[in-house]
Nanobody
Framework: QVQLVESGGGLVQPGGSLRLSCAAS?????MGWFRQAPGKEREFVAR????????DYVDSVKGRFTISRDNSKYTMYLQMNSLKPEDTAVYYC????????????????WGQGTQVTVSS
């Protein structure tokens, strides 16, 4: 069983930056970020595998978001730059011991989410 706790959300102006963190109780092989905007389904944002490889992003955040993990601290990060109003969502951390995927069902463990609001 892996427990995940997100932090770092908040209110930021368009063009601003935020860094999300996800603290894990273990070191799962795959960790990822998903987000859910009001009235929309939860969508994949980014994922990273154990060694820092296996990185993938949804097209809408490529070049603006950077995912990373520090296994010594059991923590994953999402650096979000050039934020846009359409990035507003609840961001969820997810993890899985073996599956490498971008679908919700590829992840067994989920955090409670952290709100990110991009607005002037």
């Amino acid at each position: 069983q892996v427990q995940l706790v997100e932090s770092g959300g908040g209110l930021v102006q368009p063009g601003g930056s935020l860094r999300l963190s996800c603290a894990a109780s273990g070191r799962p092989f795959v960790m990822g970020w998903f987000r859910q905007a009001p009235g929309k389904e939860r969508e994949f944002v980014a994922r990273v595998t154990w060694g820092g490889g296996g990185i993938d992003y949804v097209d809408s955040v490529k070049g603006r978001f950077t995912i990373s993990r520090d296994n010594s601290k059991y923590t994953m990060y999402l650096q979000m730059n050039s934020l846009k109003p359409e990035d507003t969502a609840v961001y969820y951390c997810a993890a899985d011991p073996q599956r490498i995927g971008i679908r919700e069902r590829d992840y067994d463990y989920w955090g409670q989410g952290t709100q990110v609001t991009v607005s002037s």
